[in-house]
């Protein structure tokens, strides 16, 4: 049975000489995996173009239950970002984001406002003039908070550390090392709160976004099982410097 839905680039494996396995997050069925045959010859239904990193959707697709590989009819690019492939710090920014949603929601189930949060995030990044180099700590402060663990603010003016095990502040150090003084947490909770529009505004130098950036990081990886390490960021940090 054919299904229209929206979807969202997570990955893209090579099968064949002729075909890959992408894997998408869909509106309608959460992530799923679809085998794309001949993507790589001249007159492809489907071209590797369509397919990107995060690059967003109008599908058509048959769905079966409970079957691991699934079949894509058509796949339009809606919309054609204009600006994310042929700008180098915007393209950077994609590239670290797709490799922190993969290990995010690699296994997520159908969850239509985590969908609407980044498929419309990434049409805000892309129709943006200038580059928000805060954009990505924006983001994922954000994405924190549909993931279930978006970060509590101070309730009290003693509660100096923020706990990045727990997610709240708290008067004592934590007796573990996963922690960060109220002076730098206090951007995290700002970053999680503004908009994408006004984040820009919020003035860091790069040594402190860095160092919020390996925070984040680390705050994911506590909260989202099988995380591991993150390579891009060394490359997007280069880039925003």
């Known amino acids: 049975?054919?299904?229209?839905?929206?979807?969202?680039v997570l990955k893209i494996t090579q099968y064949s000489e002729t075909s890959l396995i992408a894997q998408v997050f869909t509106e309608k069925f959460g992530v799923q995996s679809y085998l794309i045959n001949g993507v790589r010859k001249p007159k492809a239904k489907i071209p590797m173009s369509v397919l990107q990193s995060l690059h967003t959707l109008d599908l058509v697709v048959y769905h079966k239950p409970n079957t691991q590989l699934q079949r894509i009819s058509e796949a339009k690019l809606s919309p054609v970002?204009?600006?994310i492939p042929y700008d180098l710090q915007k393209n950077t920014i994609i590239q670290f984001l797709n490799e922190v949603l993969y290990k995010c929601i690699r296994q997520h189930h159908i969850d239509e406002k985590l969908f609407d949060f980044i498929y419309t995030s990434l049409c805000w990044f892309d129709e943006t003039e200038d580059v928000n180099v805060n954009f990505h700590l924006n983001f994922l402060m954000k994405l924190s908070k549909f993931l279930g663990f978006g970060p509590q603010a101070a309730q009290r003016t003693d509660q100096k550390y923020f706990d990045l095990q727990e997610g709240v502040f708290t008067s004592l150090a934590p007796v573990h090392p996963y922690f960060i003084d109220a002076n730098e947490a206090q951007y995290l909770i700002l970053l999680?709160?503004?908009?994408?529009e006004n984040s820009a505004d919020v003035k860091l130098t790069n040594a402190l976004r860095r160092l919020l950036l390996d925070k984040v990081l680390i705050y994911f990886s506590l909260h989202t099982p099988?995380?591991?390490q993150i390579s891009s960021h060394q490359i997007l940090e280069e880039v925003l410097t």
């Open 81 to 83: 970002f204009r600006t």
């Open 1 to 8: 049975m054919l299904h229209k839905t929206r979807g969202v």
């Open 192 to 196: 999680s709160n503004v908009s994408f």
């Open 226 to 228: 099988s995380f591991g």
